[in-house]
Nanobody, 121 residues
Framework: VQLQAFGGGLVQPGGSLTLSCAAS????????VGWFRQGPGEERVFVAR??????CGDTAYADSVKGRFYISGDTVNLQMNDLKPEDTAVYYC?????????????????WGQGTQVTVSS
């Protein structure tokens, strides 16, 4: 599985961005797709995930983005609204082929190159 996250950029506080995750080599069916981010000097942390382990797209979000970010069960796009300076980071999409409801980066086997999101006025 090869992944590529794209759609990042510079946005003002309160603005919106949509990140996409392109995949080749395997469909997402039965897998879990996660979005993670890594700020400068920080560890990579969970943002959101969608899992099709039970057939339907079960989603989960980090508390820091709940109510502002939405992951699509159809496209795995990450819609980010009301962006804040603390959302500035490199964002990655990742796949866990075996599915499940995992939020630790170590539980995901495949990672794409990240896309930079900068929130600044």
């Amino acid at each position: 599985v090869q992944l590529q996250a794209f759609g990042g950029g510079l946005v003002q506080p309160g603005g919106s961005l949509t990140l996409s995750c392109a995949a080749s080599g395997r469909a997402f069916s039965g897998s879990t797709v996660g979005w993670f981010r890594q700020g400068p000097g920080e560890e990579r942390v969970f943002v959101a995930r969608v899992s099709w382990s039970a057939g339907c797209g079960d989603t989960a979000y980090a508390d820091s983005v709940k109510g502002r970010f939405y992951i699509s069960g159809d496209t795995v796009n990450l819609q980010m609204n009301d962006l804040k300076p603390e959302d500035t980071a490199v964002y990655y999409c990742a796949v866990r082929v075996g599915g499940g409801y995992y939020i630790s980066p170590g539980d995901y086997e495949y990672w794409g190159q990240g896309t930079q999101v900068t929130v600044s006025s």
